[in-house]
């Protein structure tokens, strides 16, 4: 005996193979369209790039421009975007300590080569001092202010 009707019941109740909204659900990914996941070799080869990057802003900054407080500006700019960088290509990969450490040596390192690039420009301009003797008289206690600074702000935007 068939049951009876409830009213307003379909006497014809279809089942759909899948809800009404799953069209616009985005498509679930294949295993070969996966995201690239963070990487910790990512994250330094990134922040590298940008130490370069840095590192020529201030060859050109010091050298041929002879802008002294400037450099510090670079040298803060240059441990944001450093720390930025790890961050953005590591992701949660490196712990926050080691990535702070990571970050201030990769900014500090960028300082120290973008010191010596300015030297070396002084050198092939006819200049004649040692480095220690050329940064020291050239540019002061800005240079070591340089290397605090980008690394504390390194070390401060990667934690």
Known sequence: MASP???GERPNRTVLDRPPG???????PGPGDAPDPAAPARGVAWAALVAVAGAAAIVVLGGPLAISPGLLVVAFLMGRFVALA????????INPGARAATA???AFIGILIGQLGI????????????????L??????????QLVVAAVVAWWTAR
């Open 86 to 93: 790890l961050r953005a290509g590591a992701g949660s990969t």
């Open 136 to 145: 020291g008289q050239a540019f002061g206690w800005i240079v070591p202010a």
């Open 119 to 134: 030297w070396l420009f002084a050198r092939s301009e006819g200049g004649v001092l040692g480095l220690v003797d050329y």
């Open 104 to 106: 201030a040596g990769l």
């Open 22 to 28: 799953a069209r616009y659900a985005e498509p679930d």
């Open 5 to 7: 009707r409830e009213p």
